[in-house]
């Protein structure tokens, strides 16, 4: 459980007119590390608005079991929080990165690996942490994602994992159908975190992944998996809205791009964790009393909205509203 930005538009004109990109394809901003590739395929439910969804007709009752009171809160920032980074880092290496191997405690639904993963791998909330431990490590060159969870390292290399994925970040292929990855909804972590770049560049092109206390023994598209926790929670894989009605002007306007994205692209819950925490990497370059101000935001500003209209076909992350 946990408990813990813009491409403008003169650019994305340039961008268009090179040829670089297509004309309503908003990317991502670049990862660190120096790849090219990018996060997600152009139309991956990752990409897509959730401004003109439906609202579901449960929305009222999920958003009060989750917490109508309880204030938006961004489980990133700068520094340590008792003694740990705060977010979930990301560590990039070339296609030359040796593999190494990974004994999974679940490993039905883990991929089976080798893993490039650096003996000096960077781990949610540190070395010496006992929370989720999420590893995330992206082979630049080849665009391939890998996410191990639980994650412990031993002397000769090799690590230990609760479970793990590996992903072509140029696809849109799906987990098994029932499977979990590092993450419970069964879906890649690195494409829902806040990244400090596109905040500071003005915008977050991108569905923000979320944690939740509690969510039913279900799942929806996206998800593939649940892990049923507490009582009266929405499924895995649930979408959820910041209201246009919300009110942002007690936010600081470094992180407007953030409560802009969750009314643009919104929240998907990937974990159960602590009410209407949303994930991000940490950077000393956060300013930590400005990411304080979301939480201006209650639960009561939120909806969950309907996304199953916006799937493609089975097994595919593909979304019609992808831009």
Sequence with gaps: MSTRARVGAAAVVALVGLGLITAGCIPFSPLKGGTSCNVTPANSFWRGTASDLP???????????????SHLHADFGSGLYLGEPIGIPYNVVPGTQPKVHVTFSE???????PYPIPANALIEGGPTSTGDRHVVVVDGDNCKL?????????ADGTWNAYSGAIWDMRSNAMRPDTWTSSDAAGLPILPGLVRYDEVHAGAVNHV????IPATAAAYLWPASHQAKHGTGGPPMGTRIRLKSTADLSHLDPSI???AKALQTY?????DNGSAWYISGEPDARWNNDALAT???IHGSDFEVVVEAGQKVAANSYQA???Q
């Design 107 to 113: 490993p039905g639904e883990s991929d089976a690996g």
């Design 256 to 258: 407007v791009p953030i």
């Design 266 to 270: 919104g929240a998907i819950v990937a």
């Design 320 to 322: 019609q509203n992808a």
């Design 55 to 69: 609202v579901d007709p449960s929305s009222t009752s999920i958003v009060n079991s989750i917490g109508a009171s």
């Design 208 to 211: 923000i992944r979320m944690t």
């Design 146 to 154: 890998y996410e191990i969870g639980n994650a412990y390292p031993n």
């Design 294 to 296: 979301l939480g201006t």
